[in-house]
C-alpha cells in the first residue's frame, strides 16, 4: 500500500467513491409492502380493501421470485398501526411517531401461498382481524395510520423429487412403528 495509492483511496473515500465490484445479493429473506394513512382508515372495509391492495403487490413479488430463484415464504405477517403517541417532554406535548403500544401484528404459516393472490388476501384479512380490536379506541373508533404486509422466511421450493423421497421416508417410518430410525 504505497503512499500513492493511500492518497487516491484517502481522496476517494473523502467523496464518496468505492471502486471496488458491486456484489448483488441474489437471495431476499423476505418481501413485504406497507401503506401510511394520513387521515387514518375508520372504516373495517377501508382496511380490508388496502390490504387486499398491498397482497397484490407482495404476491406479484412473490411470483417473480418462485420463478427466478424457486424460492417461496413460509411465513406471512400483518402488523397495523394505530397512530401517534403524544407524551409530554420538558412541559411540551411532543408526537412519537409509533410510540409505545401503537403497533401490532399477527402472523402464521403460510399455507395458503397455492391459492393465489385471492388466498393470500383471504389470510391477511383473517389475521387483521383481531388486530382492529386493538385499533379501535372508545372514544374516538377505529383508527389505522398503516398497514403492513410481510411474507418471510423464504425458503426453496422443493422438486418433485425431493417430495417423493420425504412422502417415502414419511410411509415407512409410520410402517416400521417408530423403531428410532426416523
Not at 476517494?12 to 468505492?18: E, L, Q, T
Not at 394505530?82 to 411517531?97: C, N, T, W
Not at 389475521?127 to 404486509?149: M, Q, Y
Not at 422466511?153 to 417408530?178: D, F, H
Amino acid at each position: 500500500f504505497g503512499a500513492g495509492e493511500f492518497a487516491q483511496t484517502s481522496y476517494d473515500a473523502c467523496r464518496g467513491i468505492c471502486r471496488k465490484e458491486v456484489k448483488q445479493k441474489v437471495l431476499m429473506d423476505s418481501v413485504g409492502n406497507s401503506k401510511t394513512f394520513n387521515p387514518p382508515l375508520k372504516i373495517k372495509e377501508d382496511v380490508h380493501k388496502y390490504l387486499g391492495l398491498l397482497s397484490v403487490e407482495v404476491f406479484t413479488r412473490l411470483e417473480s421470485i418462485s420463478t427466478k430463484h424457486k424460492r417461496r415464504p413460509a411465513k406471512i405477517n400483518v402488523t397495523i398501526s394505530r397512530g401517534k403517541e403524544l407524551m409530554k417532554r420538558k412541559g411540551i406535548e411532543v408526537s412519537v411517531a409509533g410510540g409505545k403500544n401503537n403497533v401490532a401484528s399477527k402472523s402464521t404459516a403460510m399455507s395458503q401461498w397455492e391459492k393465489g393472490q385471492a388466498g393470500l388476501a383471504k389470510l391477511a384479512i383473517t389475521l387483521v382481524e383481531p388486530l382492529l380490536e386493538f385499533a379501535t379506541f372508545k372514544d374516538n373508533g377505529l383508527t389505522v395510520t398503516s398497514i403492513g404486509l410481510i411474507a418471510s422466511e423464504l425458503e426453496p421450493v422443493p422438486n418433485q423429487a425431493s417430495m417423493i423421497t420425504g412422502y417415502l421416508k414419511k410411509k415407512n417410518c409410520s410402517t416400521v412403528g417408530g423403531a428410532g430410525e426416523c
